[in-house]
């Protein structure tokens, strides 16, 4: 017989199944693992945030600041323009000096070649510089001496000229402390091809126009280089004929050409 649509549906209760105990358990097991699971993360969690605020703070401490900066090496130069230059200070916290830059500050300084900066814990930071080694000197417009490197770079003004520094002429205008002096270079490379003799007879070397170079010789005599190209054979031809003539009287030997040297006399 057909079911009545108005009559209300009756459910059959669903019969009871127990759990199978190994189920039970292992299901337990499983809540377990995850709890303690998330109790070790939390745990961490509280630990690395610990240690990371312990080092913040020990880091920042009044005892890691830098209490005694030391200058090693500087002899031309004053350790408080070194100290100046690197941009460190005393009370300043030690893990914020950048040793990179303050180097590479400090190798601005005009006399300064390299200089190497750390830090020493607590609370010391250490500068050793290297200087560099006075070459030579060339005149100023003011009748001073501006003394040179073997690069050219300027290193200081002096009122007086340095004994035993070569002369360098004809430069120009000169630039300030720490930069180079362009026209010197041509100059400087001559000189040091020279043979120690000859640098030794050696008063001065002037660079003209055109970059040409002459040596200006004790006692008299100036040797016409040339362009700065050839110099070990220009060097050698000119050793060459001051050691075989007689060189009294000399006023140009003109070796730039190195095969067909040309003195002449005064």
Same mark, same amino acid.
């Given at each position: ?126 500068? #050793? $510089?290297? /200087? %560099? ?9 003011? @009748? +001073?001496?501006?003394?040179?490197? &073997? =690069?050219?770079?300027?290193?200081? #003004? $002096?009122? /007086? %000229? ?9 430069? @120009? +205008?000169?630039?300030?402390?720490? &930069? =180079? ?86």
């Amino acid at each position: 017989m057909p079911r009545d649509p108005s009559a209300p549906v009756q459910h059959r209760p669903t019969p009871f199944v127990p759990m199978d105990p190994r189920i039970r358990r292992r299901r337990v097991e499983v809540r377990r693992h995850e709890g303690r699971r998330r109790l070790r993360l939390l745990v961490s969690g509280m630990v690395i945030t610990l240690v990371t605020a312990a080092v913040w703070v020990g880091i920042r401490s009044p005892l890691l600041d830098v209490d005694r900066i030391t200058v090693v090496g500087a002899e031309r130069t004053p350790p408080d323009w070194v100290t100046e230059a690197a941009g460190v200070w005393k009370g300043q916290s030690l893990v914020d000096v950048d040793v990179e830059a303050a180097a590479v500050a400090v190798e601005g300084l005009p006399w300064i070649d390299r200089a190497l900066v750390r830090r020493i814990w607590p609370s010391t930071v250490e500068v #050793t $510089v290297t /200087e %560099r080694t006075a070459s030579a000197v060339t005149s100023t417009n003011t @009748g +001073e001496w501006a003394v040179l490197d &073997a =690069t050219g770079r300027l290193l200081e #003004t $002096v009122p /007086e %000229r340095l004994p035993g520094l070569l002369v360098v002429e004809g430069v @120009g +205008e000169l630039p300030e402390p720490g &930069a =180079t002096v362009g026209r010197a270079r041509g100059p400087l490379a001559v000189f040091a091809a020279l043979s120690p003799a000859l640098a030794a007879r050696t008063l001065a070397v002037s660079v003209l126009d055109g970059g040409h170079i002459e040596l200006k010789l004790n006692p008299q005599g100036t040797v016409r280089m040339g362009a700065v190209e050839a110099l070990e054979a220009k060097v050698r031809a000119t050793e060459t004929v001051l050691a075989s003539v007689d060189v009294r009287n000399l006023a140009i030997l003109d070796v730039r050409l190195p095969s067909s040297p040309v003195l002449t006399r005064a």
